[in-house]
């Protein structure tokens, strides 16, 4: 990886993913909303499409602390970009938590 | 700040701090290399760089000229969106009112909100950002000269187009967001919604232009040794700023491309009774609306978070957390479009999901709001506190940036919470709000910017009390008009309706509305009076006059030489802790790189993005008419699509193209040059023979727009299948499996012919080259014959869907097919070589990027068609 793509992939890297997990889930709730999919309780009474919902958010959340534990030396980059980065990522995480917490809270289709 | 020891004499290496400090410059590359007549150097840069006088006006590119007329073309704009404005608030004074007739007050609120958000706001920063960029990143223009002017051009037909339309009776009506259905054909029978279709789309033009420029130039057009993390923030946030314009036009562009269809042949993209759905409109213009008040901020507070370190004295607190904290808010801001949605009838989990994003969003605001304050508490002198002036007029305008902007950020918090929302929505509460945070966050902060940068700009200093009366009348006037509507709605007055009755109860809250709007319309007049008066009698600036820290005052003379710089120094510590006025004598005798004249090129330093050093020595053109003829060709396209003449309509965008294939520079490219002196013994290629040129990158950015189109445009027909009433359709469409075969064996095939030519000996690389432009013909072919196939595409939306991807996939194929010409064509012409591959490059980085867009279009259809089965009752 070369010094551009790394610092881009850095800096932008966990909000992409937040972005990316944001779409899935608002595409995959519309979806399993309009189609039926997934909405009879299975699980311990919880609706398949409430757990690939949650398992989703969960997915984004891990990937972005690893994110987040490549980060804790500077990954190579200039010390500025490398604080900067970390800034970048542990906000993601937390927007992470706040933002897709209430897939596994509230009503899926009401 | 290091200081060169006593007795040496100042060079742009001593008068840089020092961190990792570059080798000590080598001797002298060139003749003119190291000391020159500073003189003779300014004359001869002036002579290449200067635009000519009279008609040749009309071929400038320079970067200061085309910005300066931006903002200029972007204030007369605003002149006419606030005499809309009085007129809507005349009409308001009253119950019952008279003044305008209901048709004639809806033109003039769409009116007022169009120009506001499309010809004033987005232009002017977008002019701000071409001016500035090039002299605080080191440049001497912008990466792209010719597209800045085209995209003036393009700006100003088509601002004018929707201004003459209004003035012949016939401007859009339907508000600024254009809603569906009111802006459909059955509800909107004239041509004022076409009129702000394609005007808009037109002037968008000019969006994406600046987008793509300021990107490559802010990437590769620094100084050499202005690393990224080096940049001032100004560039930070104009970086991310173009990045979301990249991303969030074309879901604009893409809807009023689908709407228009609809208007003009009947394609029911948003007709509910034919498989269209109207609030698949209020998805892609949302998807551009909201990420676009973040779009008219960041740029505004680009400039504050430039100029409050000047006026207080030190360094921008919190640098790190403040570039941290835009690039999240760009990212959290494509989040919340659904909350104009909200009462759309949105499950719960959705409301939450974009009710959660809104509120986020005020917390990197926040950490932006606090850095500020942060800097101007810990304000301390400068070495010479006399020269800084305590309370500037710029401050003033920071003042009441704070005070306006947090109110409207406050109520923003309001609105993003469901329930209030509910209430409050479309009420002129949600008219308050906005105001607040546009005209606080975008007009008084780009006011300071302007008293700011106005010495710069014009050479003038400015003193004038006028200005501090200007800004108080602006200040009292805008409170005394806008707080009031928070109170007219919350007291349930709706935006939008033209009279209310006496028995309402907000007659005198409007009317004291009313009377404040020409208070602040008063203000606005007396700033620019003062502003003309400044710049016909003020007195001549001194250099650097607020002792700022950053590289656009350490220009040769205030206005700035068209050149710029004569030479460009190494920077080597952050570059918002310069010395401008120490910096600026040193680099006028030519003492850095490319501090010399040299066949009359206009040379400027070309940096790798990440550490900033110079691997390219990038030429730029020289003044010419194509980008006007190029824009008046443009401006007959969407002319032609007005009136529907559509066959010239196709020969005008003919036209188009064969004007942009005169665009590819030629001189300095016809033959191999080698590496050349750049100065402090550097040896470097020119762009034409650089691995990669800023061509390459210019087409890695605009490819991002591209399949955010896409991507709009697949999630929009994904949409309908699953939202849609009428859906499936009584026959899905069923797309012919041959073609489709032939197109992908096509796209690969064009790729691998690219590719080929590529690689090797590019001098035999011609019949590669031609079999790339036949695969691509081959792609247009068959996605001709897929779309003949369709049943009639005003039937359903989605056969009208399929159709619009399949036109996708046939003009990006087109445009293969026209770079694989270009690519033959400057072959033949001696253009090519195995260091000069540019135009081959160009081609096999599109075909890369097609094949997997192609592929991924054409089996849309069946994807289409499985989501449309699957949500069967």
Redo the contacts between chains.
Sequence with gaps: M???T??LVA??GA??L??LV?TV???G???G???G?GLAPALGGIAPLRIVLVLIALAGLGLTLAGLWLLRRGAGL????A??AR??TG??AV?TV???A??AI????? | MTKPPSGTPETVESLLPGEDRGPAPAQPATPGDGVTDPLALDAGLRKIWATGPGWQRFAAVNHSVVGVRFMVTALVFFTIGGILAMLIRVQLATPDSGFLEPGLYAQVFTMHGTVMMFLFAIPLFEGLAMYLLPKMLGARDMAFPRLSAYGYWCYLFGGTLLIVAMLAGAAPDSGWFMYTPLSSQPFSPGIGADVWLLGVTFVEISAISAAVEITVTILILRAPGMSMDRMPVFAWYMLTVAAMMLVGFPPLILGSILLEAERAFGLPFFDPLRGGDPLLWQHLFWLFGHPEVYIIFLPAAGALSTLIPVFAGRPLAGYRAVVAALVAMAFLSFGLWVHHMYTTGLPHLSLALFSAASTLVAVPTAVQIFAWIATLAQRRPKPDPEARPRTSVSMLHVFGFFFIFVMGGLTGVMLAIVPFDWQAHDTHFVVAHLHYVLIGGFLFPMLAAGYHWLPLISGRAHDGPAARLGFWLVFAGFNGTFFLMHITGLMGMPRRVHAYGPESGWHWLNLISSISSFVMAIGFAVIVIDLLMTLRFGRKAEPDPWQAATLEWAVPTLPPPPYNFAAFPRITGRADKLEPRKIAPVLARGEGYLGVVRHGWMETTGVSIARGEPDQIVILPQQTYLPLWSGIATGAVFLSLLFKVYPLAIVAALVVVALFLRWPVGDHADADRGDLPAGEGVMLPLSSEAAVPPAIWALRVLAVAGGALLASLLFGGLFLAISAPGWPPPVLPDLPLVPGVLAALALAAAWLASRMAARGDVLRGAPMLGGALAANAAVLGAVGWMIAALPPLQDHAAQAVLAAAMIWLGLHAFIGTVLAFNALRRLRSGHVSARRRIDIDLLRLWQAGLLPAGLVVLGFPSALKALALAALP
């Excluded at chain 1, 200039?78 to 970009?81: D, E, K, V």
């Excluded at chain 1, 509230?106 to 009401?110: D, G, I, K, S, Y």
């Design positions: 070369n010094a551009g790394r610092i800096i932008a909000f992409s937040w972005a944001f889930i608002y595409a709730h519309a979806t909303c309009e189609t999919w200039a010390p500025r970009l604080t900067t800034l970048l906000a993601a927007a706040y933002n897709f209430f897939v509230l009503p899926l289709c009401a």
